[in-house]
């Protein structure tokens, strides 16, 4: 069984697809199989794994729409050793003709069901917006890691998505969890950004992860060379934060107590671990209300 997080906040520009990119690769190159899913029509991380959308003869759009098996559409990103089901702009549309379609919150949830013996983690990096395609990726998610830039209005955005989550369990997912809140673009020079950290770790306690990921230069490029930081600049502090980031989400993996620990550059080499079992909530809690504490000012 794999794991699938959705990498997700409405809002624009706080580092999902920074995320999900950098993340895929440090898993992958941890021994992990996985599989990133574009569920974004902008298709950044599409090109920011070196794909040219021009070119792309199918995307996540002809899975959710028609139904193509993911395996005839899925890309092998070679160079960082992680699977892409590559977006388009096209995703757009189909969005807005999945809206008349029966059971159009399942359907990439169908699609991934024939995947759950082939991938350790799949990522799924959500659009800026709460609409069909982020309510799919909750649906098929077991769990949802929320980036979150620490400035001013990010504690607002997220009572909503806490809201979202909450009216997915009710309806579609009830056992959808919080794998992670993660601090992005963090400076930790700056008042505000220390202040907003503050505050979500007394909402959120131990689900924020430890590792912050800084503003760094080397994140905001390499995607123009369609890499993964760590293989644009590996020393970098963004592909190293990433580095840290991946080893504290696999320590929070179903099933980790029970996973040998595989030798970093090994992990290439070896066979893939597939271990994981994806039911087991017990060490996850459920999302606190975040809107019922005031926020410090
Ligand atoms: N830690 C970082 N340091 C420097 N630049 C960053 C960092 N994280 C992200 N960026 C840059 O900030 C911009 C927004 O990041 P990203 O695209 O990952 O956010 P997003 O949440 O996916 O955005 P959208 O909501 O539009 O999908 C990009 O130009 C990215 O290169
Ligand atoms: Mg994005």
Known sequence: ??????????????????????????????????????LDPQGNATVSTGQDKATLERTVADVLLDAVPVAEVICAIDAAGFDLLPAHLELAGAEFQLVTRIGRELKLKQALAPLQAQYD??????????????????????????????????????????DTLEQVRLALNPSLGIAGVLRTLFDARNLLAQQVSE???SHFGD??????????????????????AMLYDRQSVGALAYEALAEEVLRRMPGAAERPVVPRGLSRAMPSKSGAKSADKS?????????KKKAKK
């Open 1 to 38: 069984m794999s794991w699938t997080l959705a990498i997700t906040n409405q809002k624009g520009g706080v580092g999902k697809t920074t995320t999900a990119v950098n993340l895929a690769a440090a898993l992958a190159e941890r021994g992990q199989r996985v599989l990133l899913i574009d």
């Open 207 to 228: 689900q924020v992860f430890a590792t912050p990921i800084p503003r760094n230069v080397r994140l905001a490029e390499a995607p123009s060379h369609g890499l993964p």
């Open 121 to 162: 983690l799949v990522l799924i990096d959500c659009p800026p917006a709460l609409n069909t395609l982020t309510i799919n990726a909750l649906v098929a998610a077991n769990d949802v890691l929320i980036p979150v830039q620490c400035e001013y209005f990010a504690l607002e955005g997220l009572s909503s998505l806490l």
């Open 199 to 201: 505050q979500l770790l």
């Open 283 to 291: 060490s996850r809690k459920a999302a606190p209300k975040l809107k």
